[in-house]
């Protein structure tokens, strides 16, 4: 639909393009967007560097077909803490996991665990832990939740079996809990289960059914 709309979300993607555009991507309440800041017409507003994981109210102009344009910012907040670089790879991981999920039927139910997990990666002292009860939960709300009915200990196409990402009873118990009870339920089982493990397996899991994650050979390298 053409003309001007109002949205508010968190900038998940930003890449410099070679005539001088700048390419944004925002995940909102309403589903995944991209956006363009045209070169020579900077948005009007307090916009600051429109920087990763900033939480911005935001208009944009459509006309045609083709990207709608930044017209206007204002910058409603910014996680302080994602700065340091593992922190900042985590919660990378997690904005690509749930932009590439987050359609306008599945956003409404991804975008508060979103949130809740930058919080978490940003200031947890193991922000391994939010990460992964944030990113199996993510999985869960765009539909793509692993079957646990199984007896195995291993993680393979969505189902426990007896071979794939080996999670032992630990990482099983604690992956049920993230997947079935409310959040404060279900961390206590996350301290002693094994977090890379369960991440581990959240990225086979997720690829497996979206494709390649830019963000996880460096995730990967840091296990």
């Known amino acids: 639909m053409e003309g001007y709309h109002l949205e508010e979300g ?4 930003r890449k410099a393009l070679p005539q001088g555009d700048l390419l944004l991507r925002f995940l909102t309440p309403g589903g995944s967007l991209e956006a363009m800041v045209r070169k020579g017409l900077r948005p009007t507003g307090r916009s600051g560097r429109l920087s990763l994981f900033h939480h911005v109210r935001f208009q944009l102009y459509r006309k045609g ?7 206007q910012a204002e910058l409603m907040g910014r996680l302080h803490g994602l700065e340091e670089p593992r922190r900042f790879l985590l919660a990378s991981f997690l904005a690509e996991l749930a932009y590439r999920l987050a359609s306008p039927e599945a956003a409404p ?6 949130i809740s997990g930058l919080r978490g990666i940003a200031k947890h002292p193991r922000p391994l832990l939010p990460l992964v009860w944030a990113g199996w939960r993510v999985v869960k709300a765009g539909g793509l939740g692993p079957n646990l009915l199984g007896p195995g200990l291993y993680l393979k196409t969505g189902r ?3 071979e794939g990402i080996y999670l032992g009873e630990r990482g099983v118990e604690a992956l049920r809990a993230i997947l079935h009870l409310p959040g404060s339920e279900a961390l206590p089982y996350l301290e002693e289960a094994p977090l890379e493990r369960l991440l581990l397996a959240l990225k086979h899991h997720a690829e497996e059914a979206l494709g390649p994650l830019k963000a996880t050979p460096a995730l990967t390298a840091e296990l």
């Open 10 to 13: 968190i900038v998940v993607g």
């Open 109 to 114: 139910r991804i975008y508060p665990v979103f």
């Open 160 to 162: 426990l079996q007896d």
């Open 65 to 71: 077909e083709g990207l709608p344009t930044l017209t």
